[in-house]
């Protein structure tokens, strides 16, 4: 079964960190660009980081540039995301996305709308 599963999201004050991971079963993350991506209430779906499963290349939205470091455990599986400095208007469900035929900068600008897997999300609320 072809899973995706996000973790480590919680309530952060502003300032804080966080580290988000996305955990694949049932398949290897091998192929195409693994992505992070953000909803808020009200708001549409955006494209936080992406990366390339195949060389590794990268790609931050504005928003998240100089705070969010996206990278890849290929041995274990998994994909991360630690999350830095944050802001109320990070507070957002994050979901983990898996595109076979994509490059990063493709994947997140459109907001994932080809992804091929998702994961359930994890909530993150920055909040004093």
């Known amino acids: 079964q072809l899973q995706l599963v996000e973790s480590g999201g919680g309530l952060v004050q502003p300032g804080g960190s966080l580290r988000l991971s996305c955990a694949a079963s049932?398949?290897?993350?091998?192929?195409?660009?693994i992505g992070w991506f953000r909803q808020a209430p009200g708001k549409e779906r955006e494209g936080v980081s992406c990366i390339s499963s195949s060389d590794g290349s990268t790609y931050y939205a504005d928003s998240v540039k100089g705070r969010f470091t996206i990278s890849r455990d290929n041995a274990k599986n998994t994909v991360h995301l630690q999350m830095s400095s944050l802001k109320p208007e990070d507070t957002a469900v994050y979901y983990c996305?898996?595109?076979?035929?994509?490059?990063?900068?493709?994947?997140?600008?459109?907001?994932?709308?080809?992804?091929?897997?998702w994961g359930q999300g994890t909530q993150v609320t920055v909040s004093s």
């Open positions: 049932g398949f290897t993350l091998g192929y195409g660009a």
């Open positions: 996305a898996v595109q076979v035929f994509a490059t990063v900068q493709t994947m997140c600008v459109r907001g994932g709308v080809r992804a091929d897997y």
